[in-house]
């Protein structure tokens, strides 16, 4: 029997994840669609002067088996990195280890500390894939849930390196989102050495490795899609799609492009339409700056055991 002929949409990490675990599995015939002239999505890496800079992605650990497993199989190389370092309002390089104690006592960490390990004990599933089946609380804002669990220091000494990776502002972004790097970063907190010998970064920049994966896949870049439609042949589902002005004709198709972009070539059914309705999204600016200093570095906030009226 024929594999199905299967579309991905979006060529971001996890369009390429899904491509490359099909090709696996032995799917033959999997095209990606790209509307952009490169592939990773939101893992982008700039170069200037020679140099990469992140905009995205930064890290990786041994912990993150699957990236590392791509990179080992693509023979893309890693090197070893240092936690980020925050700069102060005027410019100066803060360890983020003295600037934590010289927000917070000794005694108001701990404390917190052990609010939030208590709620990831109550909460295990956080650690798992997906968001669905959790408390109404963590759907708040994490500042909000933070308060309500008595951990508001944790997320605010976390809060530079989180939002420098790309996680959006605390106030803001639903708890859950933030709570799964948090609870990674809280363990490596309490293996003694915190983050240090536990990063790597990638010599040409994180987007290196989804371009090596790429170039093992069916991807066409610069090719948006533009129309997509469902329908029945027989007993076969069929979907025509659109894309760089052509059409094709698939059995599966996998949507990996934002949803608040993809309702403008979906045809959505009225379930979908009030889904994608409820799709909220923030404006994020990523401002790079050069310096001496080598390694990854995030602005810090001027937080103090009260809170501020932000």
């Known amino acids: 029997m024929a594999k199905p002929k299967i579309a991905v949409i979006g060529a971001g990490a996890s369009g390429?994840?899904?491509?490359y675990q099909l090709k696996e599995r032995g799917y033959d015939q999997v095209v990606v669609f790209e509307a952009d002239d490169v592939v990773g999505g939101k893992v982008r890496t700039h170069f200037h002067e020679g140099r990469p800079y992140e905009l995205g992605?930064?890290?990786?650990?041994?912990?993150?088996?699957?990236i590392n497993g791509l990179a080992d199989k693509f023979g893309v190389p890693r090197f070893?990195?240092?936690?980020?370092?925050?700069?102060?309002?005027?410019?100066?390089f803060i360890k983020t280890p003295l600037h934590i104690l010289g927000q917070y006592n000794p005694m108001t960490l701990a404390r917190a500390g052990l609010n939030f390990w208590m709620t990831i004990r109550r909460h295990?599933?956080?650690?798992?894939?997906?968001?669905?089946?959790?408390?109404?609380?963590?759907?708040l804002n994490l500042d909000e849930l933070?308060?309500?669990?008595?951990?508001?220091?944790?997320?605010?000494?976390?809060?530079?390196?989180?939002?420098?990776?790309?996680y959006g502002y605390y106030e803001e972004v639903p708890a859950l989102y933030w709570m799964k790097l948090m609870s990674i970063l809280f363990d490596f907190g309490l293996r003694g050495a915190g983050l240090f010998g536990q990063l790597r970064s990638f010599e040409?920049?994180?987007?290196?490795?989804?371009?090596?994966?790429?170039?093992?896949?069916?991807?066409r870049t610069g090719t948006g899609v533009t129309q997509m439609r469902r329908y029945r042949e027989g007993n076969c589902e069929k979907v025509d799609i659109t894309a760089g002005g052509e059409q094709h004709t698939f059995?599966?198709?996998?949507?990996s492009a934002p949803l608040n972009t993809a309702r403008d070539f979906m045809d959505l059914a009225d379930?979908?339409?009030?889904?994608?309705?409820?799709i909220r999204t923030y404006k994020y600016i990523v401002t790079l700056a050069s310096s001496d200093q080598k390694g990854h570095a995030a602005f810090c906030r001027n937080v103090t055991p009260q809170r501020l009226g932000h």
Request: hydrophobic residues 40%; charged residues 25%.
């Open 146 to 166: 933070s308060r309500k669990y008595g951990f508001t220091p944790i997320t605010e000494t976390m809060a530079p390196t989180m939002s420098a990776c790309g």
């Open 124 to 139: 295990p599933q956080i650690r798992n894939c997906g968001f669905h089946g959790f408390h109404s609380d963590f759907y």
């Open 80 to 92: 070893s990195a240092k936690p980020m370092d925050l700069i102060d309002h005027k410019g100066a």
């Open 204 to 219: 040409g920049g994180f987007q290196s490795l989804w371009s090596a994966v790429a170039k093992e896949l069916d991807v």
């Open 57 to 66: 992605a930064v890290w990786v650990t041994k912990d993150y088996r699957f």
């Open 16 to 19: 390429l994840t899904a491509a």
């Open 271 to 278: 379930e979908e339409h009030d889904l994608f309705d409820r």
């Open 251 to 255: 059995d599966k198709v996998i949507v």
